[in-house]
T-cell receptor
C-alpha cells in the first residue's frame, strides 16, 4: 500500500526567509509525486509534480520541490516566503505501476509571519 | 476553460435523510475522484472512476455511501441515512487521460448533518 507522511502539522516562518515543508512517501514502484495548496475557503490547487527526470521540480508561485529517491522524500521549498503563501499544503503520491489511486498526506499549515 | 463544478455548495440535512452530491468534471477528463475532508483533517479517498473501468470503491466508509458516473462524465455521490459523522466537505477532482496526472479539484460541497 502506498502512503504519504507530512511530519509537521504546522510550519511557521518569517516573511522573506526560506521555507521548507516536509514530505516522505512509500510506494511499491516508482512514484508520481505532487504538491497541492489550499487557501482558506478555497479548493485545492495543483502546485507542482515529479514524474521523471530532473530531481528539482519548479512549480507555481516560486515554489520548488526536490525528489530524493534514497530518502523517499519530496520536500517543498521556496527561497523567500510571502505572507500570501500562508495556506494548507498537501503532498500526494501515486504509484507509477498502473495503480492509479492517489494518496494524500494529512497536510501542513504554513504560517508566514510578517 | 471551465473547471470542475460541484453542487450544491452547501447542504444542511437532518440525520437519517438521504443526500446526493453532484460533480461535473472538466470536459475530456477520464479520471474522476471523490474525497472527504473533515475539519482539520486531510483528504480521505472515497472512490475513483477511470473511463469505462470498474470503479475503485475501496475508500467508501460504509454501505450507506455509493457513487455513480453516467456517460463517463457527471458523477453523483449518494449518502443514505446520513449520520452526524458524515458532516464534512466533499471534494471532487478530475484528471486528463494520459501524460498529465495532476488533479483538478472542484470547490467542494459542505455537508452538515443536524
Amino acid at each position: 500500500a502506498q502512503s504519504v507522511a507530512q511530519p509537521e502539522d504546522q510550519v511557521n516562518v518569517a516573511e522573506g526567509n526560506p521555507l521548507t515543508v516536509k514530505c516522505t512517501y512509500s510506494v511499491s514502484g516508482n512514484p508520481y509525486l505532487f504538491w497541492y495548496v489550499q487557501y482558506p475557503n478555497r479548493g485545492l490547487q495543483f502546485l507542482l509534480k515529479y514524474i521523471t527526470g530532473d530531481n528539482l521540480v519548479k512549480g507555481s508561485y516560486g515554489f520548488e520541490a526536490e525528489f530524493n529517491k534514497s530518502q523517499t522524500s519530496f520536500h517543498l521549498k521556496k527561497p523567500s516566503a510571502l505572507v500570501s503563501d500562508s495556506a494548507l499544503y498537501f503532498c500526494a503520491v501515486r504509484d507509477l505501476e498502473g495503480y492509479q489511486k492517489v494518496t494524500f498526506g494529512t497536510g501542513t499549515k504554513l504560517q508566514v509571519i510578517p | 476553460g471551465a473547471g470542475v463544478s460541484q453542487s450544491p455548495s452547501n447542504k444542511v440535512t437532518e440525520k437519517g435523510k438521504d443526500v446526493e452530491l453532484r460533480c461535473d468534471p472538466i470536459s475530456g477528463h477520464t479520471a474522476l475522484y471523490w474525497y472527504r475532508q473533515s475539519l482539520g483533517q486531510g483528504l480521505e479517498f472515497l472512490i475513483y472512476f477511470q473511463g469505462n473501468s470498474a470503479p475503485d470503491k475501496s475508500g467508501l466508509p460504509s454501505d450507506r455511501f455509493s457513487a455513480e458516473r453516467t456517460g463517463g462524465s457527471v458523477s453523483t455521490l449518494t449518502i443514505q441515512r446520513t449520520q452526524q459523522e458524515d458532516s464534512a466537505v466533499y471534494l471532487c477532482a478530475s484528471s486528463p487521460p494520459t501524460g498529465r496526472y495532476e488533479q483538478y479539484f472542484g470547490p467542494g460541497t459542505r455537508l452538515t448533518v443536524t
